[in-house]
């Protein structure tokens, strides 16, 4: 798990505030993505990044802003969050392309009060 | 679009005996399938692929799985169960017409000693 990092592992906020979510990684992919993933439900792929350019947006809400500086940093900006974006959110990277496997992060734990 | 679906959301084994979880999807092109795994409070961790050639893929911690085109099915395989295979395990397919990875929505392994 080491090659994928997160920060903060766990995140408590109320829905007027502004946080913003960290990942890193060592592995020397291109390509960098942000999930959610909520109780009982599939993973929800939110942000796609390949080589620091956005190519996907699956309709995630506008409380929710990407940004990726390099290839091995990626972040997700939070403000004006509802409680029904309380979930894991993880990270992952891969070496873009359709045969490569994705490696994740250990995941932010976010609970929106 | 690709879809994948897992159908047992539970599967319960002793330890020592097989485990079979099963995997299910539908892609416009040729699939790109993959197998995670979840340990609590963890992000996923890739267990194996087929991308093409041999319809059996041998993958980490003893797990294997069989790709079958004509049912359109990538079942997991473990000859001999242990109960530190306990775990969420996810089934993912690309195809392709489309980058994006689909995740099931998981099934929850218990073996039991």
């Given at each position: 798990e080491t090659g994928v990092t997160q920060t903060p592992r766990h995140l408590v906020m109320g829905m007027t505030n502004k946080k913003s979510l960290k990942c890193e990684q060592h592995l020397g992919h291109n390509a960098m993505y942000w999930y959610k993933q909520s109780a009982k439900k599939p993973l929800e792929l939110m942000f796609v990044y390949n080589f620091k350019e956005q190519t996907e947006n699956n309709s995630v809400p506008s409380r929710f802003s990407p940004e990726c500086p390099n290839s091995?940093?990626?972040?997700?900006?939070?403000h004006t969050l509802q409680p029904e974006d309380s979930a894991l959110y993880l990270c992952a990277s891969s070496?873009?392309?359709?045969?490569?496997?994705?490696?994740f992060g250990p995941g932010t734990r976010l609970t929106v009060t | 679009a690709q879809s994948v679906a897992q159908p047992e959301d539970q599967v319960n084994v002793a330890e020592g005996n097989p485990l079979t979880v099963k995997c299910t999807y539908s892609v416009s092109g040729n699939p790109y399938l993959f197998w995670y795994v979840q340990y609590p409070n963890r992000g996923l961790q890739f267990l194996l692929k087929y991308i093409t050639g041999d319809?059996?893929?041998?993958?980490?911690?003893?797990?294997?799985?069989?790709?079958n085109k004509s049912q359109t099915s990538f079942h997991l395989k473990k000859p001999?169960?242990?109960?530190?295979?306990?775990?969420l395990y996810f089934c993912a397919v690309r195809d392709d017409n489309n980058n994006d990875m689909r995740?099931?929505?998981?099934?929850r392994l218990t073996v039991k000693p």
């Open positions: 091995s940093h990626l972040f997700l900006h939070l070496q873009p392309g359709l045969g490569y496997e994705q490696y | 319809n059996l893929v041998k993958g980490s911690y003893g797990f294997e799985a069989e790709f001999s169960a242990l109960v530190s295979d306990s775990a995740f099931g929505a998981g099934t």
